[in-house]
């Protein structure tokens, strides 16, 4: 990370490179303070920490710092209040968190302010080994940390783009989408508009006060800002890419993406925390081409389809997870992801957990929500198991 901010403060250190709805932080302002923040690290002996902030520029920061001297940073999901700080600060042996939220928790904390008084560090190059830990989502169990390397992560990550781009940044930053756009960005020397909260409202009005020309978000996200855009009737954004990633991408919403944003480039990426990214997908269909299946043996990304569930293979991906066996690094995982080959796509038909069992037989939320919202006048549709005496579960809608 500290190599993509410094390339660009070598040559335009005034650039704007994190926008917020009050202040403009440039790449020379990021590198400063990065390398005094990794000065922090050293002079105190830190070598792994938790990082709990919802400020754009801040978490860059500490990534950054982080990164220069080789400390592991993992960023908490939002929280308020002491008693979850703690459990995840024990959880992944956090003896300390950074931040400025006044949360009342047994845990040692600093203000990046505070550290940032501290002797800089100049040094050419980075540290050799540069951890990260990325955390899941936690959905079904408790959150696992996603061991990854930076040097892994900046191999795949970070895109080709353009210095006058300017990326809404619609993920959370501990989220690996949010992970992906910061790569993004600063791999291009572009700007990251970053509105707070990170919600549909506050983004829709974000590309229009900041002049954002590409965002990426999930198919809900996207969802929401469309119907924020129809209920405003203000300007449309003049967006030069769209970008769907997270979730599984209904034709009916790739249809009415290309005709709000007529002149926007419309793309999908497949990626998780454990996985890294496999790249985009730009021919405005669901899913994936069935040639990501072909893949030669020393491509950064290889997949392939065991019983109908999507397995990946990467070299770019996570080491391991926290506290758990390594395994093999570039060995082959099970993505959790149910797919179905229809001609010459591989089509998403849902999370492998998320299946409905009505009676013995699958029902897959994502196949019937399509066929919902895909009725003229709706405009979202949730699908879910419903208990039943007689089959077991119902599907309700």
């Not at 990370?1 to 650039?15: C, H, K, S, Y």
């Not at 809404?168 to 990251?192: K, N, R, S």
């Not at 009415?256 to 496999?278: K, V």
Request: hydrophobic share 45%; with cysteine; aromatic share 6%.
């Amino acid at each position: 990370m500290i190599e993509l901010l410094r390339r660009t403060a070598a040559v335009a250190p005034e650039r704007p490179a994190v926008v917020d709805d009050g202040r403009v932080t440039t790449y020379e302002g990021l590198v400063a303070s990065a390398e005094a923040f990794a000065g922090y690290l050293t002079a105190n002996g830190v070598r792994r920490f938790g990082v709990l902030s919802y400020d754009a520029a801040e978490v860059v920061t500490i990534l950054a710092g982080a990164s220069l001297v080789g400390a592991e940073a993992c960023v908490y999901p939002p929280m308020d209040d002491g008693e979850t700080l703690a459990e995840y600060a024990a959880r992944f042996d956090h003896d300390l968190v950074v931040t400025s939220h006044p949360i009342d928790a047994p845990v040692a904390r600093v203000e990046l302010g505070g550290c940032c008084t501290a002797e800089r560090v100049t040094d050419d190059e980075p540290a050799e080994q540069r951890p990260h830990l990325v955390l899941t989502t936690g959905t079904t169990g408790d959150p696992r940390g996603v061991r990854h390397d930076w040097a892994r992560l900046l191999r795949h990550g970070g895109g080709v783009g353009a210095a006058d781009e300017r990326w809404l940044l619609a993920y959370g930053l501990h989220q690996f989408g949010g992970l992906q756009v910061l790569l993004h960005v600063f791999a291009a020397g572009a700007t990251l508009v970053a509105p707070a909260p990170r919600r549909p409202r506050e983004g829709l009005a974000a590309m229009r006060r900041h002049r954002v020309t590409h965002a990426s978000a999930t198919p809900t996200y996207w969802r929401f800002l469309l119907a924020e855009m129809r209920a405003d009737g203000g300007p449309v954004p003049s967006l030069r890419q769209v970008t769907l990633g997270g979730e599984a991408v209904p034709a009916d919403l790739l249809d009415r993406l290309t005709a709000t944003f007529p002149a926007a480039h419309i793309a999908q990426i497949y990626a998780a925390s454990e996985f890294g990214s496999s790249g985009s997908v730009r021919d405005n269909q669901s899913g994936l081409p069935l040639s990501v299946l072909d893949r030669p043996d020393d491509a950064d990304i290889q997949m392939k389809i065991v019983d109908g569930e999507l397995w990946v293979r990467s070299r770019v991906g996570m080491l391991g997870y926290y506290k758990e066996e390594p395994g093999d690094a570039d060995g082959w995982r099970a993505s959790g992801d149910l797919v179905e080959v229809v001609g010459d796509r591989v089509l998403f038909r849902g999370r492998r957990s998320d299946a409905i069992n009505v009676g013995g037989v699958k029902v897959h939320p994502a196949v019937v929500e399509e066929k919902v919202t895909a009725v003229p006048g709706v405009a979202m549709a949730r699908v879910f198991g419903r208990k039943s005496p007689v089959a077991g579960s119902i599907v309700a809608v």
